[in-house]
Structure formats: structure tokens, C-alpha cells
């Protein structure tokens, strides 16, 4: 019997052609596992109305981790529009699968290193090497959505806001509510897991970023969570910014941070600021992280104009899997991966489109086993 088990999850278009090329690494890491396919996606969604099948969810019970590659999402009318005629009128809302699972298990840590391999054409300077811990379970997408508004909330929020209720007198169908829904427990281990990280991988700095001059109660509590938290790690030190300042400091000053910690919508933004200046998303790797399980995909979408071409490259793929070996404590295999991507970038010869080159998917992951 193999040592672990990995629910493998390709779903839509070049989420295929990336874990494929994930596969040839791990096979050539003789990594000991046996791999489960799972069905997810937009192809389920249509047939089934649902992208993130029960079957699947019963799957992800029972792995130890799980290797995701990438779905297709459009908005709620387009994605009604596409079910087959029986279930059309339904009622049924798609809603994104990653955050479902994210959700469902929760996977409270969204764990994003962004690190400047040497000789990427694509980094904005050398040696940068931030890590980003976004809290992944609630803040903007708790989910919790209305539009059109029904009344009895309507009228509780006209009662308790006042006097500012500038939607009072607007129709229910002409105003959407989104609920920014952040808990002390949400908050305090995300923050913590950052602490924690940084303590053990001898990071210096954790930046916390919120905008709790203006979203005072959220944020607020985010940021007063951090203060709290960071009195058990002395050693380390605690800044905090403003989201709209960070995005401008990074860009200045990208040296100036480390381990930077975000509330769920701040820290997707923050995550694809700090991916691009690593090389962009082709090196965006992530980990979806909870206590029981743990579910790895890169930062990319499916991207359909790629689909079928063997173009994207998979090295955000080939560094989740990196990710999930650490998680799974194979750090000497992680180690290798790590050392065989590194050196395939700094020679320089296998580049895909993206790099300047015209590597296919597979090329690139023989190029990654090739020095393993
Ligand atoms: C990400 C993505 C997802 C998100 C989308 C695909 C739902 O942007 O993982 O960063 O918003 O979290
Ligand atoms: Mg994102």
C-alpha cells in the first residue's frame, strides 16, 4: 500500500495539462502515493449542477492531501444559462468549488510563498522572497450575499445604521449586500499561523494588512487580533498597513517585508501583486491548509484560450507540489524539487512562452525531473 493518499483534481482546461506535468515530478521524486481521481468542475456544474460533486467531497474525507489544478467560473446568469434543460429553474447558484472547499474543510490557512528564483527573466528585482498568509475561511467571502435585499434585512439595517442609511430609499432590487463577516477565531489563527511560520523559519518581520482606518469593525478587530497575537512571538517584529499603502510600498520597496498576513479579499489581492513580481502567475504556487487536510493548487485559472496547446507554464503547479510535500513532512523530497526547479531556471535553457521561450507544459516539467 502506498504511504499516502492524494485526492488528484484536475477539473478545467489547462488545470489538465498542469497536473500532468506535476505528475512526471512526483513520479520522478518516487514519491509513494496513490493517486485518486476526483470530479470537479465546470463540466459537473452543467450536468449535475453541481461543480464540486458529493462524490468528491467524500473523497477529500478520506485523503491526506489533495492536488488541485484549476476551474472555470462565469457569472451566476451565464453559469445558470448552461445547465442542461433539466435543470434549468431550478434555483441553482453556482458558486466558486475552491471556495466551497476551502470552506467546507476548513482550509483556514491560504499559504502563498513568492520568491524570485535566480535568472527568471520575469522577476521585478532579484531576491525577493515574501510570503503571503491570507485568511481563507470568511471576511468578504463568507458568502453571505443579497440581491435583490429582502425586506426584514432591509429594514434592520435602515433601523440600526441610522442616521447614515443612504440606501434607505432605494429599490430592494437596485442594492446588493455583501457581508464582510470577520471573526476573532478566523482571525486570530490565521495571524497566528504567520507568527508561527516566521518564528520557525527565522523570518524577522510580520506585516498585518487591513483597512481599519475605514472598515473600522472588521478590520479593526483584525488588526487589534494582531497586536494581541504578536505579544507571544517577542522576537519577531509587527508592522501593519493600510491595503491601498501596501500595494504602493510593495512595489517601492519590496525588501522592506517578509511574512505579510491579510484578512481573505486583501490577501487575494496582495497575493497577485507579489506573484507577478516573482514572474507572474506562471510561478504562483499555493497551499489551501487546515488541520486535517490540505489542498494544493497553483494561483492560476483554467484559461481557456491555452487549453489543449501544452503552453502555460506548470512551474506554479510543480512548486504547490513542492508545498505538499513539505506539508506532508517529505521536506527532503520538497528540498530536491525545490533545487531541481531553481537550477532549471537559472540555466536558462528550457523557458516557456511566458519566460520567452517556447517550452511546452511538458518540457518544462521533463526539464524540472531531468535534474531531480
Ligand atoms: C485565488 C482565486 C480565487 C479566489 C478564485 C478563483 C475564486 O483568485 O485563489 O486567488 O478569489 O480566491
Ligand atoms: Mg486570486
Redesign the pocket.
Known amino acids: 500500500m502506498a504511504k499516502y493518499k492524494i485526492a488528484w483534481l484536475p477539473g478545467d482546461g489547462v488545470g489538465i495539462e498542469v497536473l500532468e506535468a506535476a505528475r512526471i515530478v512526483l513520479d520522478k521524486l518516487n514519491f509513494d502515493a496513490e493517486y485518486i481521481h476526483g470530479d470537479i468542475g465546470w463540466e459537473f456544474w452543467k450536468k449535475e449542477g453541481d461543480a464540486l460533486p458529493q462524490r468528491t467531497l467524500e473523497l477529500l474525507k478520506s485523503v491526506n492531501a489533495a492536488m488541485f489544478g484549476?476551474?472555470t467560473?462565469k457569472p451566476v446568469k451565464a453559469a445558470a444559462a448552461e445547465l442542461v434543460p433539466e435543470l434549468q429553474n431550478k434555483g441553482l447558484t453556482y458558486r466558486?468549488p475552491?471556495?466551497r472547499m476551502?470552506q467546507l474543510f476548513d482550509l483556514y490557512i491560504?499559504l502563498r510563498p513568492c520568491k524570485a528564483y535566480k535568472g527568471n527573466p520575469l522577476n521585478y528585482k532579484e531576491n525577493i522572497d515574501l510570503v503571503v498568509f491570507?485568511e481563507?475561511t470568511e471576511g468578504m467571502?463568507s458568502g453571505v450575499e443579497f440581491h435583490p435585499v429582502p425586506d426584514e434585512l432591509a429594514d434592520l439595517l435602515a433601523k440600526l445604521s441610522k442616521p447614515f442609511a443612504p440606501f434607505k430609499d432605494v429599490p430592494l432590487d437596485k442594492y446588493a449586500i455583501s457581508c464582510k463577516i470577520n471573526t476573532y477565531k478566523g482571525s486570530e489563527r490565521i495571524i497566528r499561523a504567520a507568527f508561527e511560520f516566521a518564528k520557525k523559519f527565522k523570518r524577522k518581520k510580520v506585516t498585518v494588512v487591513h483597512k481599519s482606518n475605514v472598515v473600522r469593525a472588521t478590520d479593526g478587530l483584525f488588526l487589534e487580533t494582531a497586536k494581541e497575537v504578536a505579544k507571544d512571538f517577542p522576537e519577531i517584529q509587527m508592522d501593519d498597513a493600510n491595503i491601498d499603502a501596501m500595494t504602493m510600498w510593495l512595489l517601492k520597496n519590496p525588501y522592506n517585508y517578509d511574512v505579510i498576513v491579510a484578512p481573505?479579499?486583501f490577501g487575494?489581492i496582495i497575493?497577485?501583486l507579489c506573484a507577478q513580481m516573482v514572474g507572474g502567475l506562471g510561478f504562483g504556487c499555493?497551499g489551501n491548509i487546515g488541520k486535517q487536510l490540505a489542498v494544493f493548487?497553483p494561483?492560476h485559472?483554467s484559461a481557456p484560450k491555452y487549453f489543449g496547446l501544452y503552453k502555460v507554464n506548470p512551474i506554479a503547479t510543480i512548486l504547490s507540489a513542492k508545498m505538499m510535500l513539505d506539508w506532508l513532512g517529505e521536506t527532503e523530497k520538497a528540498g530536491v524539487l525545490e533545487n531541481a526547479v531553481a537550477t532549471v531556471i537559472k540555466d536558462g535553457i528550457t523557458k516557456t512562452y511566458d519566460m520567452g521561450g517556447n517550452a511546452t507544459t511538458i518540457d518544462m516539467a521533463k526539464a524540472v525531473a531531468g535534474k531531480i
Do not use: F, K, M, P
Open positions: 484549476a476551474i467560473s466558486s475552491i471556495v476551502r491560504c491570507r481563507n467571502y481573505n479579499l487575494d497575493s497577485d499555493s493548487e494561483t485559472g
